[in-house]
Nanobody, 121 residues
Framework: QVQLVESGGGSVQPGGSLRLSCATS????????MGWYRQAPGKPQRELVA???????NYADSVKGRFTATRDYAKNLVYLQMNSLKPEDTAVYFC???????????????WGQGTQVTVSS
């Protein structure tokens, strides 16, 4: 069974930085995309933050220039470096991956349990 586990969340003042990490485990044949979504307080849906797919990274407009997503292909890890954090970045951040568990199966979406990021003075 595939699992994604995030770490690195916490509380920080505006203008500060945090780095999130996501590790994978389980039976993985290939990972076609990895990245991050977030769900802000009171909002019903998760929004894309940054997703790496096909060697390219797609960022939400609200985080461009401040956040950087990177992936360790050898270890199946993904990171999110968050700089110049703002109160509106406060949310639960979820690791996301599009994973095929064997050559004969199509990819499926997997999610981590989420890690809280709070930006407040």
């Amino acid at each position: 069974q595939v699992q994604l586990v995030e770490s690195g969340g916490g509380s920080v003042q505006p203008g500060g930085s945090l780095r999130l990490s996501c590790a994978t485990s389980g039976s993985i044949f290939s990972i076609n995309a990895m990245g991050w979504y977030r769900q802000a307080p009171g909002k019903p849906q998760r929004e894309l933050v940054a997703v790496i797919s096909g060697g390219r990274t797609n960022y939400a407009d609200s985080v461009k220039g401040r956040f950087t997503a990177t992936r360790d292909y050898a270890k199946n890890l993904v990171y999110l470096q968050m700089n110049s954090l703002k109160p509106e970045d406060t949310a639960v951040y979820f690791c996301y991956a599009l994973i095929a568990t064997n050559p004969g199966r199509s990819s499926a979406r997997y999610w981590g349990q989420g890690t809280q990021v709070t930006v407040s003075s």
